[in-house]
């Protein structure tokens, strides 16, 4: 899957949000209707590791990853 930058007025865009870590640098999109729409599966949240090809913001599905909702409990709330 690729990202490219667009307006945030773009229709069917999908706005990041940076996650303020001790590592920085960690930005969030949430594109739910994007993977229904592709039947990608979405169980939990992975993170995996983007690079960049050209203007492209890539990542690589068939990357593992890493499941960040593991070990999460019901209701947690920062």
Do not use: H, W
């Amino acid at each position: 899957v690729a990202l490219s930058p667009v307006k945030t007025t773009t229709q069917f865009s999908y706005p990041d949000r940076e996650l303020f870590s001790n590592s920085g640098g960690t930005f969030s999109v949430s594109a739910k209707a994007f993977l229904q729409f592709y039947g990608i599966p979405m169980e939990s949240s992975i993170r995996r590791v983007a690079f960049l090809d050209g203007d492209l913001l890539c990542v690589d599905l068939t990357d593992p990853g890493i499941d960040v909702t593991a070990g999460r409990t019901a209701g947690y709330q920062k």
